[in-house]
């Protein structure tokens, strides 16, 4: 079964600077999905980016980017100029590309509090 | 605007009693989940469902029932049985078609108590 490891709790940034949250996997399959998922104190979860792992060009999203490092299966998140807005708890999760029975079912990690500091 | 709607936001129960959690999308989307989301643990897959009349297992499904009537419809019956019911639950639902990513759309979650 494939697992999803945040080692980061929590983590502050100052607005304006950049913060990079951690996310390592474990997995024995070559085709899958990694997504970076962020909720609000609102609690309603928020797609942030996702990435093919087929794809060696790291996903970006505006302010957002990710470090993704196959071989030492890693999947790290760059938030640069972080805007209180920000402010959220992160979740890292890994979704199987095999088919079957396993479609659509995401691992999550448990999750990085992210605080913003005007 | 589409989406995913979860009812009740709140809901209090006594212990032995079973309530039913509701999950309606209007995506037209195929597939529809139930995780459970506790401090420091992330969510925890309960069940899901890729279609209509079938509905499958997830890591958590002990104590937890679920019907896939209509494509829209996905609840979540959360039993006696269950040991420690007392969490926040969201629902999901994304596309099964080839190709996609298989993104999760989220509802706002349903935050159950148990007195």
């Known amino acids: 079964a494939q697992t999803v490891t945040q080692s980061q709790p929590e983590m502050s940034v100052q607005e304006a600077e950049t913060v990079t949250l951690s996310c390592t996997y474990d997995t024995s399959e070559s085709d899958y999905y990694l997504f970076w998922y962020k909720q609000p104190p609102s609690r309603q979860m928020i797609l942030v980016i996702r990435q093919e792992a087929y794809k060696q060009q790291n996903a970006t999203e505006n302010r957002f980017s990710v470090n993704f490092q196959k071989a030492a299966k890693s999947f790290s998140l760059k938030i640069s100029d972080s805007q209180l807005g920000d402010a959220a708890m992160y979740f890292c999760a890994y979704r199987s590309d095999a088919g079957g029975t396993s479609y659509g079912k995401l691992t999550f990690g448990q999750g990085t509090i992210l605080t913003v500091h005007p | 605007d589409g989406g995913i709607t979860q009812s009740p936001k709140y809901l209090f129960r006594k212990e032995g009693q079973n309530v039913t959690l509701s999950c309606e999308q209007n995506l037209n989307h195929d597939a529809m989940y139930w995780y459970r989301q506790d401090p420091g643990q992330g969510l925890r897959l309960i069940y899901y469902?890729?279609?209509?009349?079938?509905?499958q297992k997830g890591d958590i499904a002990e104590g937890y029932s679920v019907s896939r009537e209509k494509k829209e419809s996905f609840p979540l019956t959360v039993t006696s049985a269950q040991k420690n019911p007392t969490a926040f639950y969201l629902c999901a639902s994304s596309m099964t078609s080839g190709g996609q990513s298989g993104e999760l759309f989220f509802g706002e979650g349903s935050r159950l108590t148990v007195l």
């Open positions: 469902s890729q279609i209509v009349n079938d509905f």
